[in-house]
């Protein structure tokens, strides 16, 4: 599939999905508590999202049971809600959510603390959550897809955090995944140009430890392969003749 270069019109609409998917996030992460069940947490986020008059992207998609993904401390990305996980005071817990408004997907991850957690899984948070910052500085037009890449690796390897390479970052707009592909770890081909109206899920995956990962028998939940804690943080952005808009940001 090729890249796509939004319209006004489309741009518009993607800030509307991106706009309503901020807003499902925020509520889900004042919602998150100890006791509660990653079941909990797909319902409600569910239920917002079908209130706003938008569709679930994620379920069904490819097979996927639900509608949020809900990862647990070493569960890297697409943990299946389940009423018998419990979230327990210390873990952390990724959330990846998107919505579908008047035909157009939005897309955006953030990994919440369940009550108090150590520092070091706090930093953990962070870092993945700056190297997003980090990656988007180079989100221009004119600058090259592995810009990006090549500065969301340089900073998350000062940590000697492990980068997750199976799965990245992607275009999006009436499809939840568009081209171009967008690695987080560093590349030697420079990749496509950045143009204005292009819409990006831009999705960093951080591993506290070993960047290497494996899926569970349930063919959906990805982990650490060294039991490690992983953190994810994503936006969809636009890319413009400027600065980026981050459309997903509350
Ligand atoms: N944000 C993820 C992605 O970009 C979630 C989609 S996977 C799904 O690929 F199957 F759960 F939908
Ligand atoms: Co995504």
């Known amino acids: 599939m090729a890249v796509t270069i939004k319209s006004a019109r489309e741009i518009e609409l993607m800030r509307e999905s991106c706009r309503l998917l901020a807003q499902v996030h925020k509520e889900l992460e004042y919602a998150i508590k100890p006791g509660m069940s990653t079941l909990d947490i797909d319902i409600m986020g569910d239920t917002l999202i079908r209130k706003m008059g938008c569709i679930p992207n994620f379920k069904n998609y490819n097979g996927y ?30 959330l990846d959510a998107g919505l579908i408004y008047k035909g157009y997907h939005s897309d955006a991850a953030r990994t919440h603390a369940v009550g108090q957690i150590s520092a070091e899984a ?22 090259h897809l592995h810009d990006i890449s090549n500065a969301i690796d340089a ?18 707009g009436t499809a939840l995944h568009e081209d171009p592909q967008v690695p987080n770890f560093a590349q ?12 990006l899920a831009i999705e960093p995956m951080i591993n506290m430890g070993r960047a290497d990962v ?8 990805v982990v650490t392969e060294d039991g490690s804690l992983s953190a994810h943080y994503e936006n969809t952005i636009l890319i413009t003749d400027g600065e980026p808009e981050i459309l997903t940001l509350y």
């Open 122 to 143: 706090q930093k953990l948070i962070e870092v993945t959550r700056q190297s997003f910052f980090e990656g988007i500085k180079m989100a221009k037009a004119g600058n």
């Open 214 to 221: 494996e899926w569970l028998d349930d063919d959906w939940t």
């Open 155 to 172: 900073y998350v390897s000062q940590f000697g955090y492990g980068i997750v390479r199976e799965l990245v970052g992607h275009g999006i």
């Open 65 to 94: 049971p639900a509608s949020i993904c809900t990862s647990v401390n070493d569960e890297v990305v697409h943990g299946i809600p389940n009423k018998k996980r419990i979230l327990q005071e210390g873990d952390i817990i990724s």
């Open 188 to 199: 030697k081909r420079k990749g496509i140009k950045l143009q204005a109206g292009m819409t």
